[in-house]
């Protein structure tokens, strides 16, 4: 039995001083702080976060991106529980062989707990069902280019005859190809060539495809401000379709990226400050319910050259919490709510009753946070495997001491995490 306590525990509906008692990885009681323990002093302990969007990249491309460094700068960033993108992995998961090729070379290798996404493409409805029984958490689809050949985007007949396929959660990059141009080399042309309409568009096709099958949709890494009206006015309606952005929507403005700086290209773009503050009064509105990276890392040579020919992604998952910690303290939005944003909203997302949460029954996973701290961000020491990202030399607000994960510290060299299936209904 392991005791931890802290006067500031944040609980699912409250944040006050607290013992949490854990055993056989599992959170066995929540105490009065004057219980006898492990002392926390002024650090606050968190649940541990859920990332529900990281691109790990293995097996097939893992000089991006692999298991072992992902996972172990999820631990480092407070991130206890991870689903995996079904691309940019060589074969993407979009049947069952490929999602057991995934967990072959997932095994022994996580230092956090991982579940995995499938994929939705052309030709492959038949597959999801399997995959579904197979315990992925739901299926991504693009309605736009992906950027990679072997996870080609469907049409809006496409989504919506996977929709009727199985009854699951469908994840969208929400973009529409009919208004999104040519990138030139520099990043207002960029920026210009991917437009908000696009996104809004997009949305609305989701939005009445969902309306249409009664399927659950949920719409990935917003954000374009045009696109919230008509995403609240669904949800309004009934319609089961929820929204996620990420730390750098919430953080970088397109304003402050020099022209050239490639490792800030993204799609959707890093948009103006006037989309920036709107997603944050629609996360305030419930609108947008999670927090997650969308930690899409590649080699430094990809990300060379200019925002014509660079990849497209940001590399933050151990970032997450203390980017996105720092603009809500500046807005003053309490930390209560980053930490829902980011743990419990995702794992209800994905349907992970047990995590995210500091309550009775849940896994003891756990974050010993320091909120008041600060540090500058070198890319050369963070754990995912490329040193890239659009935070480096930035100073941040908040330090992550401890990771625990179903009542263990992470150490960061022997891996403890487990593979995640699908809760059954």
């Known amino acids: 039995m392991t005791v931890l306590r802290s006067r500031r ?70 991130v206890t529980t991870l689903v995996d993108m079904p691309l940019n992995s060589i074969p993407p998961t979009v049947d069952v062989a490929a999602l057991e090729a995934k967990r072959k070379a997932a095994a022994g290798q996580c230092h956090v707990d991982v579940g995995f996404w499938g994929g939705a493409v052309p030709g492959n409805a038949s597959c999801l069902p399997g995959l579904h029984e197979a315990g992925v958490f739901g299926f991504k689809s693009f309605l736009i280019d992906s950027g990679v050949p072997e996870f080609p985007p469907l049409d809006a007949a496409g989504l919506d005859a996977a929709m009727r396929t199985v009854d699951a959660l469908f994840i969208v990059h929400a973009e529409d190809p009919a208004l999104v141009a040519e990138s030139s080399p520099l990043y207002p042309d960029f920026v210009a060539s991917r437009p908000p309409e696009a996104e809004a568009r997009a949305v609305e096709t989701v939005i009445e495809l969902a309306r249409r099958t009664g399927a659950r949709a949920h719409i990935l890494h917003l954000a374009a401000a045009d696109a919230l009206p008509s995403l609240a006015a669904a949800q309004r309606d009934g319609v089961r379709i929820t929204a996620e952005t990420c730390p750098h929507y919430l953080t970088l403005r397109a304003e402050d990226v020099p022209s050239l700086a490639t490792e800030y290209k993204c799609c959707p773009p890093i948009r103006g ?37 660079a990849w497209g992604g940001i590399a933050s998952v151990q970032l997450g919490l203390p980017a996105v910690w720092t603009e809500a303290h500046r807005r003053g939005i309490p930390l209560e709510d980053v930490v829902h944003w980011m743990s419990k909203a995702p794992a209800d997302l994905v349907g992970l009753p047990h995590k995210g949460r500091i309550e009775v029954g849940a896994d003891a996973d756990l974050v010993v946070f320091a909120p008041d701290e600060t540090f500058t961000v070198d890319a050369s020491r963070l754990h995912h495997r490329n040193p890239v990202t659009p935070y480096h030399g930035r100073t941040l607000q908040g330090v992550v001491h401890q990771t625990w994960l179903r009542g263990e510290p992470v150490d960061g060299v022997t891996p403890t995490g487990r593979l995640l299936r699908r809760e059954a209904k």
């Open 273 to 309: 400050g006037q989309h920036q503050d709107a997603l944050w009064q629609a996360l305030a509105d419930g609108v947008i319910t999670c927090v997650v990276s969308d930690h899409s890392p590649c080699t430094a040579d990809l990300k060379a050259g200019d925002f014509a020919t």
């Open 9 to 78: 525990v944040f609980l699912p509906d409250e944040v006050r001083p607290a013992a949490v008692e854990f055993h056989d990885g599992r959170i066995t009681a929540v105490l009065p702080y004057e219980t006898d323990g492990v002392d926390l002093g002024a650090l606050a302990l968190l649940p541990g976060l859920v990332d529900s969007h990281v691109h790990v990249n293995e097996p097939g491309r893992t000089e991006w991106e692999g298991f072992a460094s992902a996972t172990r700068a999820a631990a480092s960033g407070g």
